[in-house]
Nanobody, 115 residues
Framework: QVQFVESGGGSVEPGESLRLSCAASGSDTKYKDMAWYRQSPGQPRDLVAGVRYVGLTEYAESVKDRFAIWRNRGTNAVILVMNDLKPEDTAVYYC?????????WGQGTQVTVFP
């Protein structure tokens, strides 16, 4: 019953910005710690940014000071604002609980930063 649907990806040039949204549904998801993850071909799926229910956030060093994660308490969406995008940010971005559960992975949304 838990479902995460990612949206907002696209193809941009370096230095541009994107806003990703994760529509979260299912019992108690609004009380869970949530995060955005990403995976590039041949690479593991890594944490990009996490936000705890209480509001504490954590970012991967590679995106610190460029990305921001927050959640909309009314819609239960988890937002990732990505600024100053770089080619190395190219990946499929996923949302999930923090830590993630295997059965919750969705289709993700593709972000391509083309130099």
């Amino acid at each position: 019953q838990v479902q995460f649907v990612e949206s907002g990806g696209g193809s941009v040039e370096p230095g541009e910005s994107l806003r990703l949204s994760c529509a979260a549904s299912g019992s108690d998801t609004k009380y869970k710690d949530m995060a955005w993850y990403r995976q590039s071909p041949g690479q593991p799926r890594d944490l990009v940014a996490g936000v705890r229910y209480v509001g504490l956030t954590e970012y991967a060093e590679s995106v610190k000071d460029r990305f921001a994660i927050w959640r909309n308490r009314g819609t239960n969406a988890v937002i990732l604002v990505m600024n100053d995008l770089k080619p190395e940010d190219t990946a499929v971005y996923y949302c999930n609980t923090w830590p993630p559960r295997t059965e919750y992975w969705g289709q993700g949304t593709q972000v391509t930063v083309f130099p």
